[in-house]
């Protein structure tokens, strides 16, 4: 049984985000990093990949950071992005992959990152 948190039409490409869920969204720094991650990534990707991605843009990752890391997005960040719409978070297969809405966080982490998305 897979256990899928989405909300939204996952095919509305023309989706907006509130000025408001946008902050939210990229206020945190290991939010910022994640939606970074997955914009540069096609597909569905494991919660460890992510987590490993995130903690190496913080430096070089520890299994201890590795751990405290997937904690922390298993309890808060996923949950928060996927209720957003901008990810589709399955529990069941531990994968994340982006929803056409976060494209409308790219020139926000544009400015963030400094690179063409």
């Known amino acids: 049984m897979t256990t899928e948190i989405t909300h939204g039409d996952a095919s509305d490409t023309h989706a907006t985000l509130s000025p408001t869920t946008v902050f939210e969204l990229l206020l945190d720094?290991?939010?910022?990093h994640a939606l970074y991650y997955l914009s540069r990534h096609v597909g569905a990707v494991s919660i460890e990949e992510l987590v490993d991605g995130v903690a190496r843009m913080d430096?070089?990752?520890t299994r201890q950071r590795l751990d405290a890391l997937a904690v922390e997005f298993h309890h808060n960040h996923l949950d928060r992005l996927a209720e957003a719409g901008v990810l589709r978070?399955?529990?069941d297969a531990e994968t994340v992959e982006r929803r056409p809405t976060a494209r409308a966080l790219d020139p926000h982490l544009e400015l963030v990152y400094g690179e063409g998305l």
């Open 29 to 32: 720094e290991r939010r910022r």
């Open 59 to 61: 430096g070089k990752p």
């Open 89 to 91: 978070y399955d529990r």
